[in-house]
């Protein structure tokens, strides 16, 4: 019988399983999306599953054990059922295992799906612990939601929770474990992927640091303005951007301009004056378009402590009015962001 599979434009339609990935490439694939997003990965050992690594969050080096196979039909009446199974001559020494901060063990299926990049589905090691030969159960339709959530939860036909997961997102649903293959998300309105990033910003910020640090080590042959370069170039187009795209929900901070590739992720304090933490704070920075933003880089405007804009006298009248100085609004301003300010305004062009 025919099977429900994902084709290249995320849709589900009825066809023939894809190709499988070899051992090989599986774990390439899942090397390849644990060292996304600054997140630093390395195999111990590959051989035999188990396969084991660490994962480096920013704030642990996770021991993980990863048991992944590729996802296949069930060969049951339900064309949109998936599973993997797990023999039972597998080593159970990381499904016994208990999860902790810095010990995790993962079940995965890989399903290689036609829209571009493999997808995941993770399942509770708790629930294995002493199978004999057992297989684990996902629809296809949850599986796809991953091209589009990012990270999706389910519940297999027996309630246990499952994860389908982008190979974005796999290192962050590592790092958030828990036991019972739930993870350490807070609950709300907004999307679980974004809980999940806003969860894990301070383990980023680390992460980028780290990163920093191991870049100026590759580059100290280059000269100090070539070093700022290259650093400036990977932070500022990086976790920094991210961080200002989300805190102005993707929108300049002075005009309704929102096509992404027209913003800035701008420093208030600038680049070459702030601390490698200053450079990845959020408070020192703000959101705006190409036009705004040479604006506030070549100071010739600023923000007083409440937000109003303050134009240099350098600009004649007639330039403000035709920049649109004179009607641009106020910005929110937080108390973290005040002696940031403090600096900027001290440069406005007199």
């Avoid at 599973?83 to 901060?101: E, K, L, M």
């Avoid at 612990?129 to 629809?139: D, E, I, N, R």
Wanted: proline content about 5%; charged content about 20%.
């Amino acid at each position: 019988m025919p099977y429900n599979q994902i084709a290249a434009n995320g849709t589900i339609v009825s066809g023939t399983n894809p190709a499988t990935l070899s051992a090989v490439d599986i774990k390439k694939q899942i090397e390849t999306d644990l060292n996304r997003n600054d997140y630093t990965f390395k195999w111990n050992s590959r051989r035999s599953q188990p396969y084991s690594g660490v994962l480096d969050d920013g704030d642990n080096q996770i021991d993980v054990y990863i048991y992944a196979w590729n996802m296949t039909p069930a060969y049951r009446l339900n064309p949109s059922e998936k599973r993997i199974q797990i023999r039972a001559s597998v080593d159970n020494i990381g499904i016994n295992r208990p999860i902790t901060s810095t010990q995790k063990t993962i079940i995965l299926g890989l399903y290689n799906s036609a829209s571009g990049t493999p997808l995941y589905a993770a399942w509770d090691p708790s629930v294995n612990v002493g199978h004999g030969q057992k297989s684990c159960y996902v629809q296809i339709e949850d599986v796809a939601k991953a091209i589009t959530d990012g990270i999706y939860q389910t519940t297999d036909r027996n309630g246990a929770p499952i994860f389908t997961i982008a190979p974005d997102f796999l290192a962050d649903y590592i790092s958030s474990l828990q036991a019972g293959n739930a993870i350490n998300v807070p609950p709300g309105p907004r999307p679980l992927k974004t809980r999940v990033r806003a969860a894990g910003t301070s383990k980023h910020k680390k992460r980028v640091l780290k990163s920093v640090e191991s870049l100026k080590s590759k580059i100290a042959n280059l000269s100090n303005t070539e070093q700022e370069t290259v650093i400036k170039a990977r932070v500022g187009q990086g976790y920094f951007r991210d961080l200002l795209i989300n805190k102005y929900s993707c929108k300049c901070a002075l005009c309704n301009i929102s096509t992404e590739t027209m913003l800035r992720a701008s420093h208030i304090k600038s680049w070459k004056q702030s601390t490698d933490a200053e450079k990845l704070d959020e408070n020192n920075g703000l959101l705006l378009c190409a036009h705004h933003d040479a604006l506030f880089d070549k100071h010739l405007i600023t923000f007083d402590n409440s937000g109003n804009v303050q134009i240099s006298p350098t600009l004649s009248t007639q330039e403000q009015m035709d920049l649109g100085l004179t009607t641009l609004p106020s910005i929110a301003v937080t108390p973290a962001m005040l002696p940031y300010l403090a600096v900027h305004q001290s440069k406005l062009r007199g």
